[in-house]
């Protein structure tokens, strides 16, 4: 199985729809998750962090659920701006003091006029 | 602020041949990292480094791959000899001490191997 997990995708969804993205991840040391953004041909940048309690950034919601290991984003009223691939990215203990960040493979999302 | 710079941003060459990477991180940023992205994929952490010293290569093909940060500064990577599945983008980020914070990406770097 691998470290992180998200759905295949493509997402292709009109302006103004909400689109959700899943990700789920194996190793229950897991500690901190994050959502990246990744333009195409362009490097990837932290969209938000990721909280036990969900958490809000405008349009933008993260949850996560440790028992399940599974994280999500919901996007509302998306935007056209909107279209990129979405990275899941788990964090970990890597002994040390070190941590190591994995990502997941990206889920493409298009909006659509 | 400046961000992560990379050179070059586009290489080809030939399978077998040699080819280099070079990245200088965001000033003051202790942790330096290298990724590997395969199209299609999310990026692969290939090397880290805490100032001058290698915290986790454990992903680093050591037969062909090489890096070094001497002055705890900036990097380089390194391919001898190069083989066509190493064509990718190469990706430098850096953080504040640990992978715990932020990682802020350079632009890369797109290989293409002949």
């Known amino acids: 199985r691998k470290e992180v997990e998200q759905d295949p995708g493509p997402f292709n969804v009109p302006e103004g729809a909400t689109v959700a993205f899943n990700c789920t991840y194996s190793?229950?040391?897991?500690?901190?998750f994050f959502w990246y953004r990744q333009d195409c041909r362009k490097e990837p940048k932290l969209l938000m962090s990721?909280?036990?309690s969900g958490n809000e950034d405008g349009r933008f919601t993260a949850q996560l659920n440790r028992a399940s290991q599974y994280i999500s984003l919901l996007i509302r009223d998306s935007k056209l701006s909107d279209s990129a691939t979405y990275l899941c990215?788990?964090?970990?203990?890597?002994?040390?003091?070190?941590?190591?960040?994995?990502f997941g493979k990206g889920t493409l999302l298009t909006v659509n006029p | 602020e400046a961000g992560v710079a990379q050179s070059p941003r586009y290489k080809i060459i030939e399978k077998r041949q040699s080819v280099a990477f070079w990245c200088n991180p965001i000033?003051?940023?202790?942790?330096l990292y290298w990724y590997q992205q395969i199209l299609g994929q999310g990026p692969k952490l290939l090397i880290q480094?805490?100032?001058?010293?290698?915290?986790?290569d454990s992903q680093l093909p050591k037969d062909r791959f090489s890096a070094e940060r001497l002055k705890g500064v900036d990097s380089t990577l390194k391919i001898q000899p190069a083989k066509l599945e190493d064509s990718a983008v190469y990706l430098c980020?850096?953080?504040?001490?640990?992978?715990?914070?932020?990682?802020?990406f350079g632009p890369g770097t797109r290989l293409t191997v002949l």
């Open positions: 980020a850096s953080s504040l001490s640990g992978s715990y914070n932020e990682q802020f």
């Open positions: 480094f805490q100032n001058n010293g290698v915290v986790d």
């Open positions: 000033s003051g940023h202790a942790t």
């Open positions: 990721v909280y036990s």
């Open positions: 990215v788990v964090n970990r203990d890597s002994g040390g003091s070190n941590y190591k960040l994995t």
């Open positions: 190793n229950s040391a897991s500690q901190s």
